[in-house]
């Protein structure tokens, strides 16, 4: 599973993992996507394409999308059933299999590039980097991208205390099990971030937080305090107490290459 952070509970862990197919429906609506550019710097070792591109741990479809605007070819792997009932609605150009990142249902040497979208941190990596070498071509990149709320940007650095969620921290990307680990089979990892916005409301920007495992989790009292003190704060604040705003994120994308042997 990579290192585990400090406080790390694994049967916390495990129905964090599990709970996101009740809210299948809600993560495609909310969750933001990803911008092609930083999509395109994760593939570029790869060559200029069309790639044939693995989306790992794919979701609903937010990271198979951007891939397949740009051309590319894309098989997208998904764990959870209602996750991949959405994935297919939202991209049918994608071909969506059931599977994971420790059993992929793909031959060896199938694909270009592996990308995972928001989920390494599920992975035991242990098993699934191996496993991911085992079906990534020799030169292709294996990349990562994870949507952080910019806390360079002062409410935002504000909401970041009112709210439970981890993903709200911009250095979300670089903590224990949430990049890729070292291993032989693979290159040393370099790292751009790309600016990104959402559009919300106050009332959206609430929903997609309550697709963060953090908050599915927590028993209905819980919940409903967390979204109520989000909602008292975004009111309070001009950026956001009046109708649609922008919310800044940064893209961060981690990359490596599957080495030669």
């Known amino acids: 599973m990579g290192t585990p952070h400090t406080g790390y509970d694994p049967d916390l862990h495990a129905r964090r993992a599990a709970a996101f ?14 911008p092609a550019d930083a999509a395109a710097w994760a593939l570029e070792p790869a060559g200029p394409g069309p790639l044939h591109v693995l989306d790992l741990a794919a979701g609903t479809g937010k990271l198979s999308r951007p891939l397949v605007a740009l051309g590319h070819r894309v098989t997208a792997v998904e764990p959870d059933e209602a996750m991949l009932a959405e994935l297919r609605r939202h991209v049918p150009e994608a071909t969506a299999l059931a599977g994971s990142a420790e059993r992929i249902p793909l031959p060896d040497a199938s694909v270009d590039a592996v990308v995972v979208g928001q989920a390494i941190h599920w992975f035991d990596q242990a098993v699934a980097l191996p496993e991911i070498a085992r079906v990534l071509r020799p030169g292709g990149p ?19 205390k009112v709210s439970p969620t981890q993903a709200s921290f911009t250095d979300w990307a670089n903590r224990p099990g949430r990049r890729i680990e070292p291993h032989p089979a693979f290159s040393a990892t370099e ?21 963060h495992s953090h908050i599915l989790v927590m028993e209905p009292a819980e919940r409903e305090a967390a979204k109520e003190r989000i909602r008292a704060y975004l009111r309070s604040r001009p950026e956001t107490c ?3 705003f922008d919310l800044p994120l940064l893209t961060r994308v981690q990359r490596c290459v599957r080495a030669a042997g």
Do not use: C, K, M
């Open 242 to 244: 009046a109708g649609a």
């Open 191 to 211: 790292n751009a971030d790309f600016p990104h916005a959402q559009r919300r409301t106050a009332e959206s920007l609430i929903a997609t937080v309550a697709t």
């Open 142 to 160: 294996l990349a990562t991208l994870s949507n952080a709320e910019d806390e360079g940007v002062e409410w935002v650095a504000g909401l970041a």
């Open 21 to 34: 197919g009740a809210a299948a429906a809600e993560y495609a609506e909310h969750r933001p996507d990803y």
